[in-house]
T-cell receptor, first 116, second 113 residues
Framework: KAGVTQTPRYLIKTRGQQVTLSCSPI?????VSWYQQTPGQGLQFLFE???????NKGNFPGRFSGRQFSNSRSEMNVSTLELGDSALYLC???????????????FGPGTRLTVL | TQLLEQSPQFLSIQEGENLTVYCNSS?????LQWYRQEPGEGPVLLVT?????EVKKLKRLTFQFGDARKDSSLHITAAQPGDTGLYLC?????????????FGKGTHLIIQP
């Protein structure tokens, strides 16, 4: 079974530009979540999508947005890039977004975004 | 806001030694997960513990969930260079979903041959 794939793996942009990252979940998984990972803040939750609907959003500015398609693939977009947006952006998929006491998700390799 | 504190932040030991890393919080979690992340890759789920006091073993790795479900530990016996990586704990609240997950900042572990 193929894992979560993310494209591109590496990206270099300049301040003010925008960027779109793509994530393909594990086949059959309908929930896709996005995280930002930096050395200082660790893993921070951006948003989660299930069945093309955003379930919840973390504490990030509106420059960060996302969407999910009918095949469960997801994209996230960051507009007006800032230096502080340099990070590893991780996508994770799960079969279902809710569970009584357990939520297990599977991560992709990430997209390393560098903003110059 | 729930917080998970991991300690130590960095650990470098020789091959064959034992080690324990900790994940502590003042909040109660419905479950807790441990991940290992290698450079250039995403985190890989190692284990999920659900019941207070639960102990799970994965070869040389032993995971324990505190009785009060506020803390957890990971013990590695006879560490090997292949154990090198960033170890992350993540606590889930009862709400479920990714927004209910709180991640610690991780323990960077280096096992020297």
């Amino acid at each position: 079974k193929a894992g979560v794939t993310q494209t591109p793996r590496y990206l270099i942009k300049t301040r003010g530009q925008q960027v779109t990252l793509s994530c393909s979940p594990i086949s059959g998984h309908r929930s896709v979540s996005w995280y930002q990972q930096t050395p200082g803040q660790g893993l921070q939750f951006l948003f989660e999508y299930f069945s093309e609907t955003q379930r919840n959003k973390g504490n990030f500015p509106g420059r960060f947005s996302g969407r999910q398609f009918s095949n469960s693939r997801s994209e996230m977009n960051v507009s007006t890039l800032e230096l502080g947006d340099s990070a590893l952006y991780l996508c994770a998929s799960s079969w279902h977004p809710t569970s009584p006491s357990v939520y297990e998700q599977f991560f992709g390799p990430g997209t390393r975004l560098t903003v110059l | 806001t729930q917080l998970l504190e991991q300690s130590p932040q960095f650990l470098s030991i020789q091959e064959g030694e034992n080690l324990t890393v900790y994940c502590n919080s003042s909040s109660v979690f419905s479950s807790l997960q441990w991940y290992r992340q290698e450079p250039g890759e995403g985190p890989v789920l190692l284990v999920t513990v659900v019941t207070g006091g639960e102990v799970k073993k994965l070869k040389r790795l032993t995971f324990q969930f505190g009785d009060a479900r506020k803390d957890s530990s990971l013990h590695i016996t006879a560490a090997q260079p292949g154990d090198t990586g960033l170890y992350l704990c993540a606590g889930a609240d009862s709400g479920g979903g990714a927004d209910g997950l709180t991640f610690g900042k991780g323990t960077h572990l280096i096992i020297q041959p």
